[in-house]
């Protein structure tokens, strides 16, 4: 019981260490990096006063420490300020993103469990030359396309030729839910094929491995069929490296929705990080890069709690086992 | 426990395979069921179009994220070029470069140039309904004369003395004669004086109202039924962001989007014509190879001429933009005819042996190495780059291509001066020939190419103080003639604006400054 108490207060305390530290570097970053918030806004035209006029309206004339300190401040007490650009609260721009992404996260990842597990328990049934080159090809295939062709590729096939859906013209969640939804899932395609082919590749490398283990010949020549040894050690053994994997996953896919955000028009999180960074918008970046953080953490605690709940010998170790 | 919860997996992962085809296909069918029932019969882009065209309403597919929509703080470009349709000021400018009345039914100048009084005209609504009354005026031209707030300065009315005001008319006296004022006063946009939620709600007094905005995704305009001159054609306009060039071809080919402007010739190639009308105007800009006339060896005027020697405009406008752009040979485009002096496009044409000479002379007889630094999200000017390497490479100059974000650009090329070469476009937002020409005085604060010429310096300074127009055009030609004589940058070409429409829609028209007139575009019957 305490050992769960600690493990959760490690991870708290993790948690917060890591947005502290990611909200500082990238607070650091911003600070090395050439670009002026107020020159990109106000462009070519403006003159040297107007300038630094809007620095200071900014706030951006003050030292880099009173700058970070007034953000952390700020952030702790459920401020996360006004975007530059937009002159609206951070917290009400972001959120319709938040929600976009974590639906388009949640489908993609759905996508992938649901298509890679089985995929993967499966196809180390089929070894050799023959099966081999195939699977092999198209694997490769999937992982290698990179996410902007893959999301011009499932366009165009299911939007231009197929008319399943209509790129560039995503109705919004309180529009239309069902065609939003659609959308959504065209793009959750695009960001789970290259994943699927990773996961099926993983899962059935680790199979075959323990496929080749002595527990499993033993229990095959003590008379148990290996269907029944597959599904009931092998598997069990099998899923950890999986799920850790699935972990990384999940951490991953907020942000690799990015250039499919971009490609489809779906307006989520990762779109507006790419143009808030172009637009040296300290305030939107800061939030988005400490909820990503957040995601990161939480999504590799999730794969920790659901581990354990598969392997009680990770139960055991979970008090160290933070890392 | 152990064996449900493996059980739970494999059910979970077997169930929900078959489960999620059935998932994905009640998704498909609802509401919209006509795209893909339709798909086998007629082209499927007539259904779309049919769609909107009776609805009376377009998507216009713009590449980047608007600003703030408040004029006080919108700095973007792409903010102002829409918001147009929205906003007015006391005058506004014509498609044909012209500075007519707009909200002030009448202007009426003083002999000396030190007074204008604008009456205002009777019947003007705000979209909210209210009348414009003197008090919004004065407010609103106030506001952009001694505003504390840095951006609402940038159309700056400085040379403001006093304003006296009775119900109908305004009467602005100047401090001195300016030829620029009245298009400072076409940014004054007049906004209601007790309203301050501009940045999320504007309220104008254009032919379109705004009706929401969705960060990141969209804008959208609906016409305004009182408004006072000829009201825009079309009941509703939805401008869809798509940051990717691919995305806002897939958006015209899904038939998402109607009208696209500030396409590329690569953009276009891919649009089917049977669908599409691709129109040509100009993008109103200097695109140049900009020097840094401060660094060696560009500090020598006879490598600043090899440099134009060498560089065959046609060539790059052939090979980086199919074809498409207007030669130039100095600081000004031709929209600006008054002061445009053609003759100056081909004072320098093509000559490798006389840019090898020159080169000699200056003491560079190998050539140099150079760097240009490009701002990366702006592909035109890199592909620009691209070929002006290779043709410099054919008087020995071996130049790399640098590409650098565009906040970088601006804080390291423009404001901090610390680049060798670049390729950008230059442009005026305001109808005045001046920002393109004032730039390259000695003393200005956005030379960003170091230029110094002290005969340039001169008629700057006397051009500025003219108040008479005719001899202060015929100054500005003489700057022009001084650039190019003086090879102060390598000037390329006006870009073409390539602007893509549904087949069945008409009337768009091209302004000599950056702006989407939505009012005149309209489906044909």
């Known amino acids: 019981m305490s050992g769960a108490l600690q493990y959760t207060a490690k991870r708290i305390l993790l948690l917060v260490l890591t947005m502290i530290l990611v909200s500082f570097l990238t607070f650091l970053a911003f600070e090395l990096v050439s670009g002026d918030p107020a020159r990109t806004m106000l462009g070519t035209e403006a003159t040297e006063a107007q300038v630094s006029a809007l620095r200071q309206e900014l706030g951006l004339d003050r030292p880099f420490f009173t700058r970070y300190f007034s953000w952390l401040g700020g952030f702790f007490s459920g401020n996360l300020g006004v975007s530059y650009s937009y002159r609206q609260n951070v917290w009400d721009l972001i959120g319709s993103k938040l929600e976009l992404s974590l639906l388009l996260s949640f489908i993609s990842f759905l996508l992938i469990a649901v298509v890679s597990i089985p995929l993967g328990i499966y196809s180390y049934r089929f070894t050799g030359w023959f099966a081999d ?148 918008d300290y305030p939107v970046v800061q939030a988005i890069v400490v909820l990503l953080a957040f995601w990161v953490v939480l999504s590799g605690t999730i794969a920790d709690l659901v581990n354990q709940a598969i392997d009680p010998r990770l139960r055991i170790t979970a008090g160290g086992g933070l890392t | 426990m152990k064996k449900r919860i493996l059980a739970l997996i494999l059910v979970l992962a077997l169930s929900v395979l078959p489960a999620c085809g059935k998932t994905a296909e009640p998704v498909s069918t609802p509401e919209t069921t006509a795209a893909p029932a339709e798909a086998a019969t007629p082209a499927p882009t007539e259904a779309v179009l049919t769609g909107r065209a009776a609805t009376n309403e377009i998507n216009i597919g713009i590449a980047q994220d608007f600003d703030s929509l408040d004029p006080d703080t919108m700095t973007a470009a792409g903010t102002k070029e829409v918001m147009f349709n929205v906003f007015e000021g006391l005058v506004k400018p014509s498609s044909d470069g012209e500075i007519v009345p707009a909200v002030a039914s009448d202007v009426v100048k003083s002999d000396d140039g030190l007074t204008y009084t604008f009456t205002l005209r009777q019947g003007v609504k705000f979209h909210n309904g209210n009348p414009v009354t003197m008090q919004d005026v004065v407010f609103s031209v106030e506001r952009r004369w001694n505003s504390d707030d840095a951006a609402a300065i940038l159309a700056a009315l400085s040379v403001i003395d006093h304003l006296d005001h009775d119900d109908s008319t305004l009467t602005i006296t100047l401090s001195e004669p300016s030829n620029e004022f009245l298009a400072a006063v076409m940014n004054a946009y007049i906004l209601p004086a007790d309203y301050d939620a501009q940045a999320t709600a504007p309220v104008g007094t254009g032919p379109y109202k705004f009706v929401s905005r969705t960060v990141q995704d969209s804008l959208v305009l609906e016409r305004f039924a009182d408004y006072w001159g000829t009201p825009g054609k079309l009941d509703k306009v939805t401008f869809k962001i798509l940051e990717n060039a691919e995305g806002l071809v897939l958006g015209l080919q899904s038939g998402a989007l109607d009208l696209v402007a500030h396409l590329s010739s690569d953009q276009t190639v891919q649009l089917n014509s049977d669908d599409f009308a691709i129109q040509e105007g100009s993008m109103n800009l200097v695109q140049a190879l900009y020097l840094n006339n401060a660094e060696k060896p560009f500090d020598d005027v006879r490598v600043r001429q090899a440099l134009c020697y060498a560089v065959d405009k046609q060539a790059v406008i052939d090979l980086a933009f199919d074809g498409y752009g207007i030669p130039l040979g100095t600081s000004m485009f031709p929209s600006f005819s008054k002061y445009y002096d053609d003759t100056l496009t081909d004072y320098y044409t093509l000559n490798v042996e006389k840019a090898k000479e020159l080169l000699k002379e200056a003491g560079y007889p190998d050539g140099f190495e150079m760097t240009i630094t490009v701002p990366s999200n702006y592909t035109p000017h890199v592909n620009t780059a691209t070929v002006l390497v290779e043709l410099l490479r054919e008087i020995g100059v071996k130049a790399t291509v640098q590409p650098v974000d565009w906040s970088t650009w601006l804080e390291e090329v423009y404001s901090n001066r610390n680049f060798q070469s670049t390729v950008t476009g230059l442009t005026s937002d305001n109808m005045t020939a001046r920002k393109l020409l004032e730039r390259f005085g000695s003393k200005v604060g956005n030379n960003f190419t170091n230029y110094s010429n002290k005969e340039y310096d001169e008629i700057l300074s006397k051009a500025l103080s003219e108040t008479d127009d005719a001899a202060q055009t015929e100054l500005y030609r003489s700057l022009e003639r001084n650039l190019t004589e003086n090879a102060a940058n390598v000037y390329l070409q006006d870009m073409a604006d390539l602007v893509a429409m549904r087949n069945g829609l008409e009337g768009l028209t091209f302004y000599p400054i950056y702006v989407l007139d939505v009012s005149t575009l309209s489906w044909a019957k």
């Open chain 1, 133 to 280: 080159w195939p699977r092999t090809t198209l694997n490769q295939l999937c992982m290698a396309v990179p996410p902007f062709f893959m999301g011009i590729l499932v366009s165009w096939c299911f939007g231009i030729v197929l008319r399943l859906f209509t790129p560039g013209d995503f109705p919004g969640l309180r529009v239309n839910f069902a065609a939003s939804l659609r959308h959504l899932f065209f793009g959750a395609i695009c960001l789970s094929i290259p994943r699927i082919a990773m996961t099926v590749r993983m899962l059935r490398a680790t199979v075959i491995s323990e496929m080749n283990k002595a527990y499993v010949r033993t229990a095959i020549s003590r008379g148990n069929d290996r269907k029944s040894v597959l599904l009931r050690h092998v598997l069990k053994n099998s899923m950890v490296s999986v799920v850790t994997f699935l972990g990384q996953t999940l951490a991953e896919l907020v942000g690799a929705g990015i250039v499919v955000e971009q490609v489809l028009g779906i307006p989520g999180l990762g779109r507006f990080l790419v143009t808030s960074i172009s637009h040296r």
